[in-house]
């Protein structure tokens, strides 16, 4: 059988989408440091999703090759700020998360894990080697963009839209991307990760969560990071 030069270019074509639709991608074990320097660059070229993904994502494409160099990194850009500038999910922890579904076979655990410990980790952690302000560091006590900036800048004495905020957002990409990659590293590599929640978490949603007596929430937050109940919270 002969084949037209349009189907045979339209097979390879289907072949490469195949690889590059196959999930996980191959993932071999990256340099946290390395990856860490590359996210915060990547900070400075599309924001903090698009710094940790692109870090760990684009990395990996570059030994793959292609199809997979070709994917649209730059997509991730969108994540900015807490989604365009939203103060929802930090940014840097969904490009975490989106690195973690595009390389593991079993990504929830590693965003569980990431998402625990940036809650309670003073961060930033990593600072980039032409750092121009004082590496202070703040607990953000929740996954959220706003509760990370906001905590930081109080701790700072910084306003937010400041040259010094936007230096802790590269230096929380570079951060995040470190610790997501010692996650994958360690998945890969057989050793157990923690992701467990923390026990107060677990605490108000043995109550509060899918099976509890009141049902009436659920996630996986740290509750005290916006909720105090201490007191006058009624015993059941
Ligand atoms: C032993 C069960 C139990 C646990 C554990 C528990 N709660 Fe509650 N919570 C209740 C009950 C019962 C109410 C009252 C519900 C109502 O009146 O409708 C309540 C009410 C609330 C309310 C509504 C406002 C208020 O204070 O009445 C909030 C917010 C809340 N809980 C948050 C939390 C958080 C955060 C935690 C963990 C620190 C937690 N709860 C742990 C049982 C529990
Ligand atoms: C990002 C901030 C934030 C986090 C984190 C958070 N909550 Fe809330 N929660 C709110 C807000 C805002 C409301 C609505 C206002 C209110 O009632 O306090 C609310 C409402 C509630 C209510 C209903 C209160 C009522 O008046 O009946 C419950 C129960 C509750 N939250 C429990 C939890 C539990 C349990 C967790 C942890 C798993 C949690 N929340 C984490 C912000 C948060």
Redesign the pocket.
Known sequence: MTMTTESVSASAAADTGANLQALPWPYKPLDPETTAERANEGFYKAECMYGVFESIAGATAERLRSPYKDFPFLMMKYGGGGINGWATVCGALAGGAAAFQLLSSDPGPLVDALFAWYETEALPDFYPQNAKFSAIKSISGTPLCHTSITEWCKAAKKHTYSPEQRELCGALAGSVARKAVLLLNDQIAVKPISAALPP??Q??????GRG???Q??GGKMN??GC?S?TG?????
């Open positions: 107060a978490t605490n108000c949603l043995s109550c509060h509890g007596v009141l009436n929430t509750c005290d909720h109940v006058k919270h009624r015993s059941y």
